[in-house]
T-cell receptor, first 115, second 114 residues
Framework: AQKITQTQPGMFVQEKEAVTLDCTYD???????LFWYKQPSSGEMIFLIY??????QNATEGRYSLNFQKARKSANLVISASQLGDSAMYFC????????????FGKGTTLSVSS | DAMVIQNPRYQVTQFGKPVTLSCSQT?????MYWYQQKSSQAPKLLFH???????NEADTPDNFQSRRPNTSFCFLDIRSPGLGDAAMYLC?????????????FGDGTRLSIL
């Protein structure tokens, strides 16, 4: 079974609009961390935001916020006021305390921002 | 300021010819990781070092080896590359192990096999 599911292969949004990228996860470990990374076409992976399983508040980092719904096992990334430079592949990833070091990635969502 | 540096950005090698990819870091992080990312797929962890302790993922082929001569450098050696090894190879670091630790990635090395 897939641990991280990103159901949107591609998303299209206009500049200045908000966009939500979906991520659901599957784990029986009560202690885990959820990450979002951005990968532009140049290839580097850029860390965006982190949410811990025990965190009470939803994480926010500038224009990025994480809509964490623990009971639903979802961790959607919200990008407010999209910019052309946001066009990239976005990966949701999880790290489980019991599983050790592996950062398990979803298949990614390609976001295209148009003017 | 580049903090995780991978060289080269693009590497071409011949089928069966050994190749080494390089990663260095200026973050003084204890943990270094190597991921393989094939076209249109998610990155997959190959192995990691915690200091000098090497940890191989169970399904990493024997063809892939790694060396970490000091804190700053880590190498990925592919002994006999096959066509299926063509991929982007990503190096990452984290300060320590732990679920809260984000991993900081380099720009990757794109490996092509002729």
């Amino acid at each position: 079974a897939q641990k991280i599911t990103q159901t949107q292969p591609g998303m299209f949004v206009q500049e200045k609009e908000a966009v939500t990228l979906d991520c659901t996860y599957d784990t029986s470990d009560p202690s885990y961390g959820l990450f979002w990374y951005k990968q532009p076409s140049s290839g580097e992976m850029i860390f965006l935001i982190y949410q811990g399983s025990y965190d009470q508040q939803n994480a926010t980092e500038g224009r990025y916020s994480l809509n964490f719904q623990k009971a639903r096992k979802s961790a959607n990334l919200v990008i407010s006021a999209s910019q052309l430079g946001d066009s990239a592949m976005y990966f949701c990833a999880m790290r489980e305390a019991q599983a050790g070091t592996a950062l398990i990635f979803g298949k990614g969502t390609t976001l295209s921002v148009s003017s | 300021d580049a903090m995780v540096i991978q060289n080269p950005r693009y590497q071409v090698t011949q089928f069966g010819k050994p190749v080494t990819l390089s990663c260095s870091q200026t973050l003084n992080h204890n943990v270094m990781y190597w991921y393989q990312q094939k076209s249109s797929q998610a990155p997959k962890l190959l192995f990691h070092y915690y200091d000098k302790d090497f940890n191989n993922e169970a399904d990493t082929p024997d063809n892939f080896q790694s060396r970490r001569p000091n804190t700053s450098f880590c190498f990925l050696d592919i002994r006999s590359p096959g066509l299926g090894d063509a991929a982007m190879y990503l190096c990452a670091t984290s300060r320590v192990l732990g679920i809260r630790q984000p991993q900081h990635f380099g720009d990757g090395t794109r490996l092509s096999i002729l």
